[in-house]
């Protein structure tokens, strides 16, 4: 519902995905908020960056932390082009958080 009012406020309606995203897992339903996960970022690359997108890539890395092919696109996507976020070593301290390479 939250794409269908394509609400003017672009930052609303991710904070509000991103929740629902939360409360997917949080109720068991794992696969189904990684769908709507993947969808909000394609969204915000199309529309452009929300407010929280450091929040949106974390999240990105912890929720899939058991899925290596997502992980390695994940990186590779990091690694390619200009990185004005940061997200290079975004990407290696969430790592760490998450667990996916063991803490130094």
Known sequence: MLE???DSDFNWRCRYLNILVKAMVDADRKPDALKVLDKL?????KKGECKFQETLF???LHLYRDNNAILANIKKETETGADPNAYKQLYIIQS???GI???P
């Open 41 to 45: 970022w394609d969204l915000t690359k």
């Open 101 to 103: 390479i063991p803490d």
């Open 96 to 98: 760490i958080k998450s």
């Open 58 to 60: 974390r999240n990105r």
């Open 4 to 6: 269908e009012v394509d």
